[in-house]
């Protein structure tokens, strides 16, 4: 691996995991509606969340998907991807097609954006 692509991997890991804490720390202040559920309704929750999500792909439905995810990011688990294969595709697909309408000035930005926040969090040692 080139040191450009290792700079970009560990530029999109970041920004995975700075997404993935604030979407935890929302599901904690919002009070933790899920953490009840067993590891089986854990499971079943998540299929149905992602594919609530791949289909209908609003706010309410992204929500739901975020939250099962915090869920097991909390109890320390993986996420069982293994069963929701086709809607990782959709959602995969949407999240492309959706990049490639931005315009070329957008896309610097965020590229940007995302590097500048990668830099400052080495600064910081995080």
Not at 27 to 32: C, H, L, P, Q
Not at 71 to 79: A, D, H
Request: glycine share 4%; with cysteine.
């Amino acid at each position: 691996m080139s040191d450009d692509e290792d700079s970009a991997s560990s530029v999109a890991h970041h920004a995975l995991a700075q997404t993935n804490l604030g979407r935890t720390q929302s599901y904690v202040e919002r009070g933790r509606s899920l953490a009840a559920l067993t590891e089986p309704e854990m499971k079943e929750e998540f299929v149905q969340a992602y594919c609530a999500f791949a289909h209908e792909g609003n706010a309410k439905t992204r929500q739901r998907s975020d939250d099962i995810s915090a869920e097991y990011m909390l109890r320390g688990l993986e996420e069982p991807y293994e069963l929701i294969a086709a809607e990782v595709d959709i959602i995969t697909d949407r999240a492309v097609k959706a990049f490639n309408n931005l315009s070329d000035a957008r896309k610097e930005q965020i590229e940007r954006e995302l590097q500048e926040s990668y830099d400052e969090a080495k600064t910081r040692g995080n």
